[in-house]
T-cell receptor, first 115, second 112 residues
Framework: AQSVTQPDIHITVSEGASLELRCNYSYGATPYLFWYVQSPGQGLQLLLKYFSGDTLVQGIKGFEAEFKRSQSSFNLRKPSVHWSDAAEYFCAVGALSSNTGKLIFGQGTTLQVKP | NAGVTQTPKFQVLKTGQSMTLQCAQDMNHNSMYWYRQDPGMGLRLIYYSASEGTTDKGEVPNGYNVSRLNKREFSLRLESAAPSQTSVYFC???????????FGDGTRLSIL
């Protein structure tokens, strides 16, 4: 069965520290992947996407993610976290072979930033 | 620059009442989606419409119906609301295949 796992439900980091949020997927088809961020009371905003090519992708707000096919992972990173990064983060996966655009979302990781 | 607009933003219903959640997008997108978000479960797809005139079930369709009224609008209907349908509902749309989905701000629905 297709699935997306974000192993960390909640992460706390100090402001200025580095961040890595994990995403693992189980998919029978070649995937394309996204990371989204959700602030309280808001909808989801796209951070970055991977379809093919360079496995290290850059996104908005200083985020980057690396696609590792051998590990079925697409981890999100940021070198230095700002207090405004506190939010919930979702990894999402779709199948390149499908034309429906359907995505499977992970459970989400809530990021808390300590001053 | 409205993007995806959902109405209402908040709603409280009694068990057994019916309700239609409205969604409209102004980006000329072909595909539209309805999700529910529950704590610890991420977003789960209820129904989607890959193109105008078509609708299909997602992961959790029971208790819901949808209508793709035209290219812009995609509504979600609860015919007989149940407490288990208390959730935050998100509508999303996407353009060309494999492009990112754009989300509305959600409808927070409580069923007593």
């Amino acid at each position: 069965a297709q699935s997306v796992t974000q192993p960390d439900i909640h992460i706390t980091v100090s402001e200025g520290a580095s961040l890595e949020l994990r995403c693992n997927y189980s998919y029978g088809a070649t995937p394309y992947l996204f990371w989204y961020v959700q602030s309280p009371g808001q909808g989801l905003q796209l951070l970055l996407k991977y379809f093919s090519g360079d496995t290290l992708v850059q996104g908005i707000k200083g985020f980057e993610a690396e696609f590792k096919r051998s590990q079925s992972s697409f981890n999100l990173r940021k070198p230095s976290v700002h207090w405004s990064d506190a939010a919930e983060y979702f990894c999402a996966v779709g199948a390149l072979s499908s034309n429906t655009g359907k995505l499977i979302f992970g459970q989400g990781t809530t990021l808390q930033v300590k001053p | 620059n409205a993007g995806v607009t959902q109405t209402p933003k908040f709603q409280v219903l009694k068990t057994g009442q019916s309700m239609t959640l409205q969604c409209a997008q102004d980006m000329n997108h072909n595909s539209m989606y309805w999700y529910r978000q529950d704590p610890g479960m991420g977003l789960r797809l209820i129904y989607y419409s890959a193109s105008e005139g078509t609708t299909d079930k997602g992961e959790v369709p029971n208790g819901y119906n949808v209508s793709r009224l035209n290219k812009r609008e995609f509504s979600l209907r609860l015919e007989s609301a149940a407490p288990s349908q208390t959730s935050v509902y998100f509508c999303a749309s996407s353009g060309l295949t494999h492009q990112p989905q754009h989300f509305g701000d959600g409808t927070r629905l409580s069923i007593l």
